[in-house]
């Protein structure tokens, strides 16, 4: 038997998420599995291919000479397996399955959930796997099927993924606390038009890096924020007119453009984002759901 025969794509993907991860645990994590289990695989892919590939230490794994000499090759298999799995995906012609979707958490919490679960009441042999990420890498690492993502206004997502634009989302500056800012990183370039003005003197209060966060500060009084018109109207007083902020894209995987199931939600997700243009614009008000 040759070492081609016996090598396992298993052990190989673990080793090309070791060569991204700084320890056994994250690829562990990253696979849903067993720490134990990460370690036997790593171990006998070591053992087939008869060398060491990763110092444990530990502060973690440390690639060694020979795990960078074959990580090429390994990610050519692993593009060739991927490949495969998207091809098998488009050639199913039925309506069953599961829809694996990345999209911003606070698009799921505050727009998009009751028209999730329509899409799941009407086709319910569709399982929806909802996974809360902003990386449009999960699609290429066939961790997901299709993105809904922002892009900023007139900035379409790499050429190589197919999709289309539904809307745009607008934001504005809201806030119960007008005598601060709810503090983050990028805070002082997204002040925008008041940096001139009064405002941008005020002080940041703490770091809130996700817009989840801003919110729930700003409704706690901590200070204002820019936040998405379809998050915050409604529950907040807005302090200015809203400005275009992010194109929203739902994209795919070329090689599943014809996946009949990934299309019906394509189809679905992009008609009701459509529909919410104007609470995404700021003019109608988000359904308040505060005492």
Aim: aromatic share 6%; with cysteine; charged share 25%.
């Amino acid at each position: 038997m040759s070492l081609l025969d016996k090598l396992n794509w298993n052990d190989v993907r673990v080793f090309l998420i070791a060569m991204r991860a700084t320890s056994l645990r994250d690829v562990a994590e990253q696979l849903n599995i067993s720490h134990a289990t990460a370690g036997r695989r790593l171990t006998a892919l070591e053992a087939q291919l008869g060398l060491t590939l990763f110092d444990r230490r530990a502060n973690g794994l440390h690639p060694r000479a020979e795990a960078l000499k074959i990580a090429q090759a390994a990610q050519d298999v692993e593009r060739a397996m991927l490949a495969l799995g998207r091809a098998a995906q488009a050639a199913d012609p039925e309506l069953r399955g599961t829809v694996r979707v990345t999209m911003p958490l606070a698009f799921a919490n505050h727009l998009l959930m009751p028209d999730l679960a329509r899409f799941s009441r009407r086709w319910p042999e569709l399982d929806l796997h909802l996974l809360p990420s902003s990386a449009l890498s999960a699609l290429e690492r066939a961790e997901a099927d299709v993105a809904v993502r922002l892009k900023p206004v007139g900035v379409q997502p790499a050429e190589h993924l197919v999709g289309r634009k539904a809307a745009t989302a607008y934001r504005a500056i809201y806030g119960l606390n007008q005598e601060a800012w709810v503090g983050w990183a990028q805070a002082p370039r997204n002040v925008g038009e008041t940096e001139e003005g009064p405002r941008a003197k005020l002080p940041r209060v703490g770091n809130f890096p996700d817009v989840t966060l801003q919110f729930a500060a700003c409704k706690a009084g901590l200070g204002m924020a820019w936040l998405p018109c379809f998050m915050a109207d409604g529950h907040l007083p807005r302090l200015c007119e809203p400005v275009p902020a992010m194109d929203i894209w739902v994209v795919v995987h070329p090689d599943l453009r014809r996946s009949v199931r990934l299309r019906a939600f394509r189809d679905a997700i992009v008609a009701s984002l459509k529909d919410h243009n104007d609470r995404l614009k700021g003019v109608s008000p988000s359904p308040s759901t505060d005492s």
